[in-house]
Each structure stands twice: as C-alpha cells, then as structure tokens.
C-alpha cells in the first residue's frame, strides 16, 4: 500500500510514520508513503494556496487550482489515487471502514489534510473524493486526522501484525465489533485488589466464557 500525503505541514507528519508499528511495516515492505507539500503546486508568485470565499464567509480555504494541479501530477507519475479528504463532517472513521480500506492493501490512496477554513468545494466536480471524519469535532488541519486514520489502517494490512493480537481486540469482527474485555498482568494482588480468580485457573473453557461474558459494548 503507498499512501501519499498532501499537506501544508509536512514537517508534522514524517516523525511519527518513522516509528513503531508505521516503520516496521515499512521494513517489511507492506506499507509506504509519501508527504507531498501543496505549497510546491503554487500558481502565484508567493507559496500560499489559499484565499478568501466567496460569499462574505470567515477566514480563508485552499484554492482549488494547486489542489486540483497536484493531484493531477501525483496520477501522472503514480497512477490512478484513491482520494481521501479529512473532514470533520461525512464519514466517520470506525473499525469496519479502516477494516475495509486495509483490505486493498494494492491501491494508492491519496490523503488531502485540509486546513483554513476547508477546500474550494470544486474538487468533487474534478475527482471522486471520499470524505472521512475521525469525530464530531475540529482540529486546525487535517494532519492529526490522517496520522490516526493511516494508523487505524495500515496495522491492519496483513502481516504487520500478527492475526492472534488483531482477533481479540476492541472492535474486532471476532469480538462482534464490541470493545475488548479488561486484562490484568503481574503482581496477582496489588493493594486489596486482586485478579479475577478464573484467569488463573488456566481452564481455556472457563477463560473464554468469561472473555466473552465481560466484553464491553
């Protein structure tokens, strides 16, 4: 999977998928990405792409004709993008959408991290663009939301983490999409705290009734 990222803040984004699960699955070959600058499809003399709305509106919103350049170009040279706009409004990003878009691990999507006040609305007239939210509120740019929902996704491609962890954890299709049961470790009592009895009985029929008695929905 090649994700390519359209921002206004590249900077923000490259230290946190050079970490952890994002780099090991880099490593293994299963995921890459690249952090494309909006600035760099300029079509005035300065780098900004963005003016005021028509309309009397506050603030300003990304033009459409860098955005629209830009993703011409990225097609050109890497073929056809599956395009994605964070958007504090549409879609919400659940567990089955990430799910589903982890699924076609071949495809090259393109994310726009939207910043201002949004885009010109005229990149739907030019391209099929799916609009995702990761909640019902808003953050100063889109960068945050692509970071969690890339994230969300490419741990789920296969084999960058192992199918015993992803099959029972909260908002697995295992669990019934419901949220993962509580889990205790060392010491067996801390304070007057101790933990359930059954969890020690090593009984994997005992064990996985309750497993399933205390998911959480």
Not at 37 to 42: I, P
Not at 62 to 91: F, H, N
Not at 115 to 128: A, M
Not at 196 to 210: A, G, H, M, N, R
Request: charged content about 25%; some cysteine; hydrophobic content about 35%.
């Amino acid at each position: 999977m090649h994700i390519h990222i359209v921002s206004l803040f590249p900077e923000s984004v490259r230290p946190y998928l050079e970490t952890s699960i994002m780099k090991r699955a880099q490593e293994k070959g299963l995921f890459r990405y690249s952090i494309h600058n909006l600035t760099d499809w300029t079509v005035r003399n300065t780098r900004r792409v963005d003016d005021r709305p028509y309309g009397g509106w506050a603030g300003t919103i990304i033009t459409i004709e860098p955005l629209v350049q830009c993703i011409r170009d990225l097609e050109e040279q890497y073929g056809k993008l599956s395009i994605i706009l964070m958007s504090p409004a549409w879609e919400e990003l659940t567990a089955s959408v990430a799910d589903n878009l982890a699924q076609n691990e071949q495809d090259n999507y393109c994310i726009i991290c939207g910043h201002y006040e949004g885009v010109d609305g005229r990149i739907f007239d030019f391209f099929d663009v799916r609009e995702i939210s990761i909640g019902k509120y808003v953050l100063s740019s889109g960068e945050l939301g692509a970071l969690v929902l890339i994230d969300s996704v490419v741990r789920l491609i296969p084999w960058v983490i192992s199918d015993e962890s992803l099959r029972e954890e909260s908002y697995s299709p295992h669990l019934w999409w419901k949220k993962e049961y509580p889990q205790y470790s060392r010491p067996e009592v801390f304070e007057w705290q101790s933990v359930p009895t059954v969890l020690l009985s090593w009984d994997p029929k005992k064990i996985q009734k309750w497993k399933e008695e205390n998911l959480r929905n």
